[in-house]
């Protein structure tokens, strides 16, 4: 596996054009947008339960009042999908990414984006829920690829998570690949650029399809890669000052262990 000094809209430049697409996880559709964009999609399909119901998973770390700021979004994205930019071609979904799966044929897509759950047994039940549902050729990714102890994006370090919480997106990824026949290729470095956690890009083991070529071509152009020989000892993590107070002065960096 590499790291690479390139961000996920970078890397989204080389992902093949007009492919069936998907995002897992869309909230605002900040990222859907981008992605239908720039890989200008046959199809896109967004899958985002956006707390339709009260107290499940993810929405019931949600306010009442933060709950209808996710309808809202709901009602945002189906105004998007029926507007002339995405002409027919984005079609939103409002249920969890594992129960929408199976209304997709197996090896429907090119290209899935999952950013769901914080979790190992959500995301794990995200990438293996969606893995049948992957040409051969496809990319797989998925975002969070990091120590969660280090909450890169608030610069700020969480309450003492124990080791099976702090590293459980990394965990969740590898053990997906691993009972599942794919391999991570590459994560993206964004703390610099975009001060958040790394995005894993991965194809089927075996296969030299798009995954494979991504990858050509992400080395191609990256200012810098870090090759490691396992994904696992890969983690983002943080160094603060002796006696420093100010979460600004706080550095992020990544340790191969
Ligand atoms: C971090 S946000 C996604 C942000 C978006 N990908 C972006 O970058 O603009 C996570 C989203 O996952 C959604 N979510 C939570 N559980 C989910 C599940 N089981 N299936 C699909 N989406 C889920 C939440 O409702 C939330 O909107």
């Given at each position: 596996?590499?790291?690479?000094?390139?961000?996920?809209?970078?890397?989204?430049?080389?992902?093949?054009?007009?492919?069936?697409?998907?995002?897992?996880?869309?909230?605002?559709?900040?990222?859907?947008?981008r992605m239908f964009k720039t890989t200008d999609a046959a199809?896109?399909?967004?899958?985002?339960?956006?707390?339709?119901?009260?107290?499940?998973?993810?929405?019931?770390?949600?306010?009442?009042?933060?709950?209808?700021?996710?309808?809202?979004?709901?009602?945002?994205?189906?105004?998007?999908?029926?507007?002339?930019?995405a002409g027919g071609r984005v079609n939103v979904i409002r249920d969890y990414a594992a129960d929408a799966a199976s209304s997709f044929e197996d090896k429907y897509f090119d290209f899935v984006y999952v950013d769901t759950l914080d979790s190992y047994d959500g995301f794990y039940g995200d990438l293996a829920a969606y893995a049948?549902?992957?040409k051969d050729e496809a990319i797989l990714s998925g975002d969070d690829y990091y120590d969660m102890q280090y909450a890169t994006h608030k610069m700020r370090l969480r309450d003492r998570l124990p080791p099976t919480q702090s590293l459980c997106m990394i965990h969740a990824?590898?053990?997906f690949c691993e009972?599942?026949?794919?391999?991570?290729?590459?994560?993206?470095?964004?703390?610099?650029?975009?001060?958040?956690?790394?995005?894993?890009?991965?194809?089927?083991v075996g296969v030299f399809g798009d995954a494979h070529r991504l990858l050509d071509q992400v080395l191609r152009v990256t200012p810098w890669a870090v090759e490691v020989a396992n994904p696992r000892d890969v983690r983002q993590t943080m160094v603060t000052p002796l006696g420093s107070t100010n979460p600004?002065?706080?550095?992020?960096?990544?340790?191969i262990i």
């Open positions: 596996m590499y790291i690479v000094g390139m961000n996920f809209h970078q890397v989204l430049e080389f992902v093949p054009k007009k492919g069936v697409i998907a995002e897992l996880g869309v909230k605002r559709g900040a990222n859907a947008r199809m896109m399909h967004l899958v985002d339960p956006w707390a339709k119901d009260e107290d499940v998973g993810y929405a019931s770390l949600h306010s009442a009042e933060e709950r209808q700021d996710f309808v809202g979004y709901y009602n945002e994205m189906v105004s998007w999908s029926e507007s002339p930019e049948p549902k992957m990824a590898n053990d009972m599942h026949g794919w391999e991570i290729l590459f994560i993206t470095d964004e703390y610099l650029p975009a001060r958040r956690p790394p995005r894993f890009f991965a194809g089927k600004e002065e706080r550095r992020f960096f990544t340790k």
